[in-house]
């Protein structure tokens, strides 16, 4: 079994940053693309932004030039830097990573959310 696990929710003030983090663990070979997505209350869940195995990057368009997504494939882990934050950017966020088992299996798997909440 797979596990995603975040970390480093919290309340900011508006121009803060934090940074999230999503360690994988569990039977992993390895581990294709990674990614945030989030949910704001009352509103659907969004893309947020993806990286590849070889560090491939996009973004959603409400948070290019202050949110960076980065990797570490050896500890398979998985950043997401957010600067500049906006009231608009509380959601709880959600990393997900497409897994590729011991037995070459393919699953995309979820983390549980972290909730980032922006306000004065």
């Known amino acids: 079994q797979v596990q995603l696990v975040e970390s480093g929710g919290g309340l900011v003030q508006p121009g803060g940053s934090l940074r999230l983090s999503c360690a994988a663990s569990g039977s992993i070979f390895s581990i294709d693309d990674m990614g945030w997505y989030r949910q704001a209350p009352g509103k659907e869940r969004e893309f947020v932004a993806t990286?590849?195995?070889?560090?491939?990057?996009m973004y959603a368009d409400s948070v290019k030039g202050r949110f960076t997504i980065s990797r570490d494939n050896p500890k398979n882990t998985m950043y997401l830097q957010m600067t500049s934050l906006k009231p608009e950017d509380t959601a709880v966020y959600f990393c997900?990573?497409?897994?590729?088992?011991?037995?070459?299996?393919?699953?995309?798997?979820w983390g549980q959310g972290t909730q980032v909440t922006v306000s004065s």
């Open positions: 990286i590849t195995s070889s560090g491939s990057t």
């Open positions: 997900y990573a497409g897994v590729r088992n011991v037995a070459r299996s393919f699953v995309n798997y």
